[in-house]
């Protein structure tokens, strides 16, 4: 309600209503139109405040019945926003429109309701000639419909038949209910009953405009039906229920009470309930009223709102719940003091009148914001000789008064603080958006307190992509301290910023055919509302149109790097289907020529590698053809496919660890839950810090993989670790060994609140490779080691899906240190030995590759063979490969492919020269797996369960410190280095 | 048979002056004065000579420091550098491709091709070969990626196409193959484009890959030579002229009593040339690509050029696309970069119509046209060209067109009458030795 009534604030209102407070309020334009009128009566008349706005209905938004329908619903649903936000009680709030038609409303006011007997006497008496001419039309009308209808054709809506002239008045009871503070009985009449007199005339955030509030719709009421408002009250606690008829007097701006009672209040019921009846226009402003209500739930997402329009056809009626989203509400504004830069001659002058501050000191000290004692004595000492502190703030002369205004002009203050302010909070304004529109992005930004003119003022900005009923282009919702703006949208700042000073498409957002969601919200003590309606903000004030471009580009820029993102995910999805929709062409191609070239017999055609030939000779015997080449690339296209999407997890993993650091990038990962479904599509998503702390909490989760960027593993593991997880992490171990030896302490020291050690796991770990078990039992069967070689010729190069990961590349040790893990895993797996020092050579030769990108390392393990480890990152010819030469046999393990599986050739020669070739494919990472769940299984069962030690977290860390150890070797120009040992 | 001609010419021409009338405006009656200075065409026609000769002699020099420039650089490490290849060697080429691509494919690799670089980044004009090269740059364009897939898939459907056509000693055209798959190749442009891929790839001409353009350019004059075994001769080829065979190999035994080769830019001069029987009156062969040059026309130029010896003069219009046709003609264009040592012919003479004429001949202004902004900034650009700035003569004609700002074409004689250009302003030209 406009009164909330604490004594304080009646102070105030007391003198409101004088002639005065009616002059200084509305425009200019305004009193001289009053004192036209003065003059051409030469009899001087006083008009009450109650006459001028009931004259002037167009400045408060009663410009027409339409309009003022709107108007008191909005005033209305604000006031019993206020009330319940004054007691910090989240609102409920109930609207109801009723129509009642002209019949209904005779009866109300006791009125027969007559036919009409003269019937040429009415505006919309027709001739009987328009009669014939009108009916035959209507007889046209309907036979082609009929012709349309018959050939299935779309039958058109018959047009409405609208009646000539001004039609009947329609009329509607307006009723709105709250849960807020209520009134107190013997306060209500002057609080309804008397315009110009309020609670908000404070400085302060308010939604009001002129805080005529539901006086204007009872005048309105008054002038168009005449009917007196009703109005139900209960303050917390109250034992009763005020309720009370009355209207108002509008020349003597009294109210005029037709009956004031306590009933019972059984329920206990608080807050206030407004009935007015009023003429209106639901046909003209339904949209209006719609848009208003659905802009207000975006706005106030912590309120309820039920709407509902009643009329006596029951296909109009329309009922609206705008459910509540949010317990949190936004504080209530703080009254505060003006800001010297603010205030005007009579603004001064009043504030000296209220003041109960004695001397100048103290006045400028307590009535202003920002003036600290020091600040004030020396703002005294400059406004010149014949002022002191100790004067008497009350006999300060006009002279001395403009003396002070202009020094408050010119002298510098600092800003005032944006405390006193209550926005709608970013999260509020996000969920509202979320919650009524449904948008596929949205991203919001809250900009700091800014001041103009001495008012300070907040702005906050969201924008939306997609949505359901969002228009094609640029939807904006305009919001002043809280309340929303519909008409006059043109000339807004807010338009005017979304329409002219934002590159939409720098940001990837097409301004006319996407859906686009802007919300701004500004809230200020000040708002400088434009025009008379005060339905604008003007586009003249550069810190306002700045801070609202400022905010609306940090929300551009969020949804920015969403959208790229979404667009590549959409790539992604597209990328099988495009490539194999030319596997047949090049199938065919492919087989056509080397159908052709098979054709030419052998002695003409030249000879070919032996490989080449063999081909030839498949394709002559169909056992390759044009299938097998479909099939392979189908293969192909998969396995790229698959790498991608790994990739791409793996990004999203990123993605989760950026969340921690404030952002919000959902999408990938949102894209990395989609691509998990395919595995199983039972999986539950958990999303951020508070996904994080959910998973943690959660007894039935038993062991978590950790599979994010290099530099941030560790930290999320031995989180996972604290909280009893089991954890299997993605390689390298760690960064450095450094970093794995603070890790293997705080994982040590974890005290056992568990009945069982958490494990902690090494993923993509080659130790599991089928290859290297097998080949470490065939160790057995060389004899004594002689010399080992490791070469490794990689192919990471800027078309390598991994490449493109940046963490990858900024990584510490370039992608020695990232690839390397997997071989020097291998080595020491494959020689059961570990190795003691090493000395290295490094080089950067690729320079699109982080440093180094070569090394050369010579290496001795323990048990005093030595070796030789080559690895190059990007070679032209990929080649992976352990050797290790023994007295009696030699044991060498390569990288190949076999029927289109990749995997390890491992080759043994014997003494007897015999060889011995084997192939084993890839699936270390299923088998790691399989043993970090199987000792998941055991720990749980028996809480001294040894976990499979090739999977131990320091083995990892083994592999990381000797190509440490390399590094660190190479950087002292191949130094010999100990191995560290952990 | 030809002297009759010439003496029809002659007396046409003899018969077109004495016509005249003196209503004629001082510019139209300053250019007939022109006809007076005119010498008779036997004096003429021994300063052709001389240039003729000069030109046979100096010829053999040049060509050798050419070739040496060549052999010296070892452009083939720099630069990619196609070379005519019979269709054995190109069919194995191809066949070598497409095995190593079948191989990758089994052994689950997808496949990928090597593709040099044709990017306008890659193409620099080099002084020394006075000719645009293209810089040896390889991408990969492998199957499994999106950006790539559909190029993978038309170069390997082209080199089978190719292959196709080798094995079966035919030639098609560029619309042939395309037509082939159209729905692969959606247009032309992409078919075409990768067939100046498969080219470098190959490292061999477009024409040895059997696939040829479809006919453009005409050539009329003092000319005979073997098209596919058939002889022509150019002097009785009517006022259309012979079309230029787009298959260079089809054309062997050139013959000719010419004593320059005039290059034309449009056919609309072309005609009338032709018509007016100008090769009989100073033997030369006339040849026009209709506009910008095609492969074929310039390869035919080349080969005439290299043959016969000739000087060649070359007739434009007085703007900057006529001086850049002449580039192409000489320099190579930059699509086709990677041939440019067998598509161009450097030292073309300008014979005309040059910027410092229209005022030399007093061209009315009615017939001159300003330049187009896009027209200066062609000529801006013109001017930071390599080949232009080695001309001195050239770069003062390009200068003047831009200060003037005006523009002509070789119509813009016919203000003087149609025959002008044949009657006077060639013949006039040709005996001041006006070429630059």
Not at chain 2, 25 to 33: I, N
Not at chain 2, 100 to 115: E, H, K
Request: glycine content about 6%; proline content about 4%.
């Amino acid at each position: 309600m406009d009164a909330s009534g604490d004594s304080a604030a009646g102070a105030t209102k007391r003198k409101a209503p004088s002639a005065a407070a009616a002059g200084s309020k509305p425009k200019g334009k305004a009193t001289s139109k009053a004192s036209a009128t003065a003059k051409e009566s030469s009899l001087l008349k006083q008009k009450s405040p109650a006459e001028f706005f009931a004259e002037n209905k167009n400045i408060a938004g009663f410009d027409n019945p339409g309009k003022s329908l709107y108007t008191t619903m909005r005033e209305l649903v604000e006031n019993a926003l206020d009330s319940a936000e004054s007691i910090s009680v989240i609102p409920d709030i109930e609207i109801t429109l009723e129509e009642i038609t002209k019949n209904k409303f005779n009866t109300m006011i006791g009125l027969v309701d007559r036919d009409r007997i003269d019937e040429e006497l009415y505006d919309d008496f027709e001739s009987t000639k328009a009669r014939e001419k009108r009916l035959a039309k209507e007889a046209r009308f309907q036979e082609t419909q009929a012709k349309n209808a018959a050939l299935g054709k779309k039958v058109k809506e018959a047009p409405a038949a609208r009646g000539k002239g001004r039609g009947d008045a329609a009329f509607f009871r307006v009723t709105c209910k709250d849960n807020g503070r209520g009134m107190p009985h013997d306060d209500i009449p002057n609080m309804l009953g008397r315009v110009l007199s309020g609670t908000k005339y404070g400085l302060r955030q308010t939604r009001g405009k002129f805080g005529l509030g539901a006086k204007m719709a009872l005048i309105w009421s008054k002038m168009s039906t005449g009917l007196p408002i009703e109005i139900k009250s209960s303050m917390k606690g109250q034992k009763f229920i005020s309720f009370c008829r009355l209207d108002i007097d509008i020349h003597k701006n009294v109210p005029h009470v037709h009956l004031h009672e306590k009933r019972e209040n059984k329920d206990h019921w608080h807050g206030a309930e407004i009935q007015v009846i009023i003429e209106g226009n639901w046909t003209t402003h339904r949209s209006k009223i719609l848009h208003y209500m659905r802009q207000m739930a975006v706005i106030t997402p912590y309120a309820q709102f039920l709407f509902r329009f009643l009329s006596d056809s029951a296909d109009k009626n329309l009922t609206i719940q705008f459910a509540r989203r949010t317990d949190v509400m936004p504080p209530i504004p703080l009254q505060t003091k003006h800001h010297p830069s603010a205030v005007d001659l009579l603004l001064i002058k009043r504030l000296i009148t209220e003041t109960t501050k004695q001397n100048l000191l103290q006045f400028l000290q307590h009535e202003f914001v920002n003036i600290s004692k020091s600040h004030a004595e020396r703002l005294i000492g400059e406004m010149g000789p014949d002022f002191s502190a100790k004067m008497t703030v009350k006999s300060l002369t006009s002279q001395q008064l403009v003396r002070i205004h202009q020094l408050f002009r010119q002298a510098k203050f600092d800003d005032p603080s944006g405390n006193c302010l209550s926005p709608a909070g970013e999260y509020n304004l996000r969920l509202g958006i979320i919650k009524e529109l449904h948008p596929d992005l949205v991203a919001t930004h809250a900009s700091s307190p800014q001041v103009f003119e001495g008012h300070p003022f907040i702005v906050e900005a969201g924008i939306s992509i997609g949505g359901k009923d969002v228009k094609h282009g640029l939807n904006i919702f305009r919001y002043a301290n809280r309340i929303p703006l519909l008409f006059e949208q043109g000339a807004d700042v807010i338009t005017r910023t979304a329409l002219k000073r934002i590159n939409w498409s720098s940001y990837k957002i097409n301004q006319q055919q996407d859906k686009i969601g802007v919300f701004v919200s500004i809230v200020s003590t000040k708002i400088p509302f434009k025009g008379t309606g005060k339905e604008y903000i003007g586009d003249d004030i550069t810190e306002i149109s700045s801070a609202v471009q400022s905010a609306l580009k940090q929300c551009c820029l969020q949804l920015k790097s969403k959208i790229v993102k979404k667009l590549q995910a959409r790539e992604r999805q597209d990328r099988k289907r495009n490539l194999n929709r030319y596997i047949p062409d090049v199938a065919r191609a492919i087989m056509d020529t080397l159908g052709e070239i098979a054709d030419e017999s052998p002695p003409k055609r030249p000879r070919y590698d032996k490989e080449d030939e063999e081909l030839l000779e498949k394709v002559n015997s169909q056992e390759v053809t044009e299938m097998t080449f479909r099939d392979c690339l189908t293969q192909h296209v998969e396995q790229v496919d698959y790498e991608m999407a790994l990739e791409y997890a793996m990004q999203s993993g990123e993605a989760l660890e950026c969340f921690h650091k404030g952002e919000i990038p959902l999408e990938s990962a949102a894209a990395a839950a989609e691509l998990a479904r395919d595995f199983a599509p039972e999986i539950e998503c958990r999303w951020g810090d508070a996904g994080l702390e959910e998973i943690m909490a959660d007894r039935s989760i038993a062991g978590v993989a950790v599979v994010l960027a290099g530099q941030v593993q560790v930290e999320l593991s031995l989180k996972m670790l604290k909280a009893g997880k089991h954890v299997i992490q993605e390689k390298p171990a760690s960064e450095s060994t450094t970093e794995a030896e603070t890790a293997l302490s705080v994982y040590n020291s974890f005290p056992s609140q568990f009945p069982y050690k958490p494990i902690w796991a090494l993923a993509e770990n080659y130790r599991f490779e089928p290859a290297f078990v097998e080949s470490r039992k065939l160790m057995n069967d060389i004899g004594d080691m002689m010399n080992i070689q490791v070469i490794i010729e990689g192919s990471m190069n800027s078309s390598n899906p991994y490449f493109n990961s940046s963490w990858r590349r900024n990584f510490v040790g370039g992608f020695i240190l990232d690839m390397g893990v997997h071989f020097i895993a291998g080595l020491r797996m494959l020689v059961g030995s570990e190795i003691a020092t090493v000395s290295s050579i490094s080089r950067h030769v690729d320079k699109a590759l982080p440093p180094p990108d070569n090394i050369c390392s010579l290496f001795q393990l323990e048990n005093g063979c030595a070796g030789v480890f080559v690895f190059a990152v990007n070679s032209r010819s990929p080649k992976i490969l352990w050797r290790v030469d023994g007295t009696k046999g030699t044991v060498q393990i390569e990288r190949g492919i076999d029927s289109g599986k990749h995997g390890y050739q491992v080759l043994f020669s014997s003494e007897n020269a015999q060889c011995q070739k084997t192939f084993y494919p890839f699936c270390g990472v299923n088998e790691e797996l399989k043993a970090f769940v199987h000792d998941i299984l055991q720990a749980n069962k028996d809480g001294g369960h040894k976990a499979e030690p090739r999977s131990s977290y320091v083995e990892g860390a083994r592999d990381v410190a000797v190509l440490e150890a390399m590094l660190e070797s190479s950087a002292k120009q191949g130094a010999l280095v100990q191995v560290k040992k952990l | 048979m030809s002297d009759k001609k010439r003496r029809a010419g002659a007396g046409a021409a003899a018969g077109g002056s004495a016509s005249k009338k003196p209503r004629v405006s001082s510019a139209a009656s300053y250019a007939e004065s022109l006809r007076s200075k005119l010498r008779p065409d036997a004096s003429i026609l021994a300063t052709l000579r001389a240039l003729a000769s000069a030109c046979s002699k100096s010829k053999p020099a040049g060509a050798s420091s050419s070739s040496k420039a060549l052999a010296e650089d070892d452009p083939a490490a720099n630069y990619i550098v196609v070379a005519d290849q019979d269709s054995a060697s190109v069919t194995s080429r191809i066949n070598r491709l497409v095995l190593a691509a079948a191989r990758s494919i089994l052994s689950g690799r997808g496949f990928s091709f090597a593709v040099p670089s044709r990017a306008s980044s890659n193409q620099v004009y080099l002084p020394d070969l006075d000719r645009i090269v293209l810089v040896r740059r390889e991408s990969a364009r492998p199957f499994a990626n999106v950006a790539t897939a559909r190029k993978a898939t038309i170069t390997a459907r082209v080199l089978s196409l190719v292959h196709a056509v080798l094995r079966r000693g035919i030639h098609v055209t560029k619309r042939d193959l395309f037509y082939t798959d159209v729905k692969l190749f959606g247009d032309q442009t992409q078919s075409d484009a990768v067939l100046d891929d498969v080219s470098c790839m190959l490292g061999c001409t477009r024409s040895s890959l059997h696939v040829v353009a479809s006919e453009k350019g005409v050539v009329v004059g003092r000319l005979t030579f073997a098209d596919d075994g058939d002889r022509i001769d150019c002097t009785r080829m009517g006022v259309g002229g012979k079309a230029i065979p787009p298959n260079i190999d089809r054309v062997s035994g050139i013959e000719s009593d010419a004593l320059f080769i005039l290059l034309v830019e449009k056919d609309a001069a072309f005609m009338r040339l032709a018509e007016d029987r100008f090769y009989n009156r100073f033997p030369c062969i006339i040849l026009t690509a209709k506009g910008q040059p095609d492969v074929a026309t310039r390869l035919f130029l080349r080969r005439l050029k290299v043959e016969l010896k000739l000087p060649v003069l070359a007739l434009v219009d007085s703007d900057p696309y006529g001086l850049k046709i002449l580039s192409v003609y000489m320099c190579g264009s930059k699509n086709m970069s990677y041939d440019s040592a067998n598509l161009t012919t450097p030292d073309i003479k300008w014979l005309g119509v040059r910027p410092s004429d229209l005022d030399k001949y007093r061209v009315p202004e009615q017939c001159r046209l300003p330049m187009t902004d896009h027209d200066i900034k062609v000529g801006k650009e013109m001017l930071e060209e390599d080949f232009v700035k080695q001309n001195e003569g050239w770069v003062k004609e390009l200068e003047m067109m831009l200060r003037t700002r005006q523009k002509a074409e070789i119509q813009a004689l016919s203000s003087f009458g149609f025959q002008y250009l044949t009657e006077v302003y060639l013949p006039l030209k040709l005996q001041q030795e006006d070429w630059i």
